[in-house]
């Protein structure tokens, strides 16, 4: 079952306003972007390191590590101002490829490196848009899955209506007819659900966090 992401979305707010903070200095944000996020800027940057340089010493990633940050605070938190959740995508899929990026283009300023971009089976790639297809399609993917096992955790009546409401659209009267209940009850059941799965969600974004 395929979902119109712009539900989903809004249960990203709380990634798009931890960007927005960030950009705007906030230190307590940022504190939560770094406990969030740093091991996943790792992770990217070592990956793209390992696949296209072939081996790397752990100053450079840390390097690159901070030209990462830099990137993201630079000319106002121009880049952390970009995110704005489209597609249903992540804040941590947002920074993977904003981190390899900035290997790619570390890479590609580093003499040191010249070598593996002469590999015809190994060439650094062109630094990509982040707002490229293979973006919304890494973000389509990404959302399918997690509304997938945002959902498992609902009743089949619970399902049924998040199906009505947010995938047909039906306005709260006929939802009310189909469901069984009062169109204000449906209000007050789309909000309480609401609540709901931001809860299962922040409980999937800790667990990819603690994953990385």
Sequence with gaps: MTFDSRWYSNLLMDDIDLARRCADRDEAAWEVFMERHSGGIHTAVRKTLARYSGGYADETVEDIFG??????????????????????????????LVSANTAISHLRKNSRHKSAQTRDDDTVPEQP??????????????????????????????????????????????????????????????FRLMERLRNILRKELSREASNR
């Design 67 to 96: 030209e990462v940050l830099v990137s993201l605070l630079e000319n106002g938190g121009r880049r952390l101002r970009q995110f704005d959740g489209r597609n249903g995508c992540r804040l941590s899929t947002f920074i993977h």
């Design 129 to 190: 848009d982040w707002r490229d297809g293979p973006y919304d399609e890494i973000a389509r993917r990404e959302t399918d899955e997690t509304v997938r096992r945002m959902l498992e955790g609902l009743s089949a009546e619970d399902r049924l209506f998040v199906r009505l409401i947010f995938q047909e659209e039906l306005p709260a009267d006929r939802v009310a007819a189909v469901m069984g209940i009062t169109a204000n009850a449906v209000y007050s059941r789309k």
